[in-house]
T-cell receptor, first 112, second 115 residues
């Protein structure tokens, strides 16, 4: 976990509602990532950002949106367009131009 | 298309035994192969990593063996302990353009070490 935090730890949402997951890091890393983890599925990349005010879609970006207004912050919004949002969401960061990524503690989102 | 295949899905080992988890990849452009350890309800933590210019890397009880020609790599945990019980993920990375590096993960192996 170290210098990367995610909040809240648990989040419940009603169908049709948007919800925003927070990710903050004080490691001075340029690159930040969002992954989704489902049982038996490994980690799948949603969005990533190498620099402030720039981000790219990952493998499963549909139904999600992000912003990168500050180097330290990379919030993820799960929109009502995401058909199966219940999952464990992981944020990671790393130094731009390197492979190593460090993960936060995760947010478990449950849609009621 | 699954680019990194991990096996087995689950593994039960006795305390003091050797745990072996295998991964195979398809894309020869991959050039960084990390292993992550994840405890329930926590984020993955980097355990050990290797690059294709070496065939083996050892850190304490953890060893990565890498076979470039076979496009396979494995994690060996020597003298396995109950505290090693966790889910282990292999991954592979390549430069996707400029300074962008993306990790592709295997589906994970749930390791249980019995006392």
């Amino acid at each position: 976990d170290g210098g990367i935090t995610q909040s809240p730890k648990y989040l419940f949402r009603k169908e049709g509602q948007n919800v925003t997951l927070s990710c903050e890091q004080n490691l001075n890393h340029d690159a930040m990532y969002w992954y989704r983890q489902d049982p038996g599925q490994g980690l799948r990349l949603i969005y990533y950002s190498q620099i402030v005010n720039d981000f790219q879609k990952g493998d499963i970006a549909e139904g999600y949106s992000v912003s990168r207004e500050k180097k330290e912050s990379f919030p993820l919004t799960v929109t009502s367009a995401q058909k199966n949002p219940t999952a464990f969401y992981l944020c990671a960061c790393g130094t731009s131009g390197t492979d190593t990524q460090y993960f936060g503690p995760g947010t478990r989102l449950t849609v009621l | 298309q699954q680019q990194v295949k991990q096996s087995p899905q689950s593994l039960i080992v006795q305390k003091g035994g050797i745990s072996i988890i295998n991964c195979a990849y398809e894309n020869t452009a991959f050039d960084y192969f990390p292993w992550y350890q994840q405890f329930p309800g926590k984020g993955p933590a980097l355990l050990i990593a290797i690059r294709p210019d070496v065939s083996e890397k050892k850190e304490g009880r953890f060893t990565i063996s890498f076979n470039k020609s076979a496009k396979q790599f494995s994690l060996h945990i020597m003298d396995s302990q109950p505290g090693d019980s966790a889910t282990y993920f292999c991954a592979a990375s390549m430069n996707s353009g400029g300074s962008n590096y993306k990790l592709t993960f295997g589906k994970g192996t749930l390791l249980t070490v019995n006392p």
